[in-house]
C-alpha cells in the first residue's frame, strides 16, 4: 500500500502570501513529482524529481519551485500567490521501472482569494 | 499536441453491466507504457491497470481488462460488472521512451462515469 502525504488538505490564503504545500512519502522512491489539475481537468506536470538535489520543470510552465533535500520530502512553494494559482496539487511517487504506477497523495486544493 | 485522447461525454451505465472506456494516444516512441487511473469524488488518483507497448497479453486485473489495439494506438478500459462504488472520472495517461528512464506521465482530459443502481 502507497504512503504519500500531503499537507495542507486545503488551504485558503490571500494574494501575495507565500505558501508552501508539503509532500512526503514512507516507501524509499526516488522518483517524485508535482501536478496540477483544474476541476473536471486532465493532470498537468509542474515539477519532478529523480532524487534528492535533483529537480526539473514539467511539461506546464509553473511560478512554482520545488526543493529533494531528503528521498522523502518534496515541498513545492509559491513565492507571491495569486488567484491564476487557484488549482489542486497532486503529489506522487514512484519506484524507478518505467512500468512502475505513480502513487499519489490526497492532494492539496488551494484557493487564492 | 494532445498526446492522450478521451472523447466520450459522461457515461451512465447500470449497476451489474460493463462499460468500456475509450483511449487513443500518440507516439512515434516504440517503447512506452499505458496507465488507467480512478478518481471519485474525493480526489485521490488510484491506479488501476498497465499495458506496456510489448506486453503481448492484454492486462488485466481483477474486474478491470485493457484492449489494446497497438496498431490503431488504443487502449480502452473495460469494467465488468460495474459497481455504484465505480462511480469515477477515469484518466488514461502514457509514459513515452525507455522502460528505465522516466516515469513521467501524460494524463488525457478523463471519462466521467456514474454507476446507477
Known amino acids: 500500500e502507497a504512503d504519500i502525504y500531503q499537507t495542507p488538505r486545503y488551504l485558503v490564503i490571500g494574494t501575495g502570501k507565500k505558501i508552501t504545500l508539503e509532500c512526503s512519502q514512507t516507501?524509499?522512491?526516488?522518483?517524485m513529482y508535482w501536478y496540477q489539475q483544474d476541476p473536471g481537468m486532465e493532470l498537468h506536470l509542474i515539477h519532478y524529481s529523480y532524487g534528492v538535489n535533483s529537480t526539473e520543470k514539467g511539461d506546464l510552465s509553473s511560478e512554482s519551485t520545488v526543493s529533494r533535500i531528503r528521498t522523502e520530502h518534496f515541498p513545492l512553494t509559491l513565492e507571491s500567490a495569486r488567484p491564476s494559482h487557484t488549482s489542486q496539487y497532486l503529489c506522487a511517487s514512484s519506484e524507478s521501472g518505467g512500468s512502475s504506477p505513480l502513487h499519489f497523495g490526497n492532494g492539496t486544493r488551494l484557493t487564492v482569494t | 499536441a494532445q498526446k492522450i485522447t478521451q472523447t466520450q461525454p459522461g457515461m451512465f451505465v447500470q449497476e451489474k453491466e460493463a462499460v468500456t472506456l475509450d483511449c487513443t494516444y500518440d507516439t512515434s516512441d516504440q517503447s512506452y507504457g499505458l496507465f488507467w487511473y480512478k478518481q471519485p469524488s474525493s480526489g485521490e488518483m488510484i491506479f488501476l491497470i498497465y499495458?506496456?507497448?510489448?506486453?503481448?497479453q492484454n492486462a488485466t486485473e481483477g474486474r478491470y481488462s485493457l484492449n489494446f489495439q497497438k496498431a490503431r494506438k488504443s487502449a480502452n478500459l473495460v469494467i465488468s460488472a460495474s459497481q455504484l462504488g465505480d462511480s469515477a472520472m477515469y484518466f488514461c495517461?502514457?509514459?513515452?521512451?525507455?522502460?528505465?528512464?522516466?516515469?513521467?506521465?501524460?494524463f488525457g482530459k478523463g471519462n466521467q462515469v456514474v454507476v446507477i443502481p
Open positions: 499495458q506496456g507497448s510489448y506486453d503481448e
Open positions: 516507501m524509499g522512491h526516488d522518483k
Open positions: 495517461a502514457m509514459r513515452e521512451g525507455p522502460l528505465y528512464g522516466n516515469n513521467r506521465l501524460a
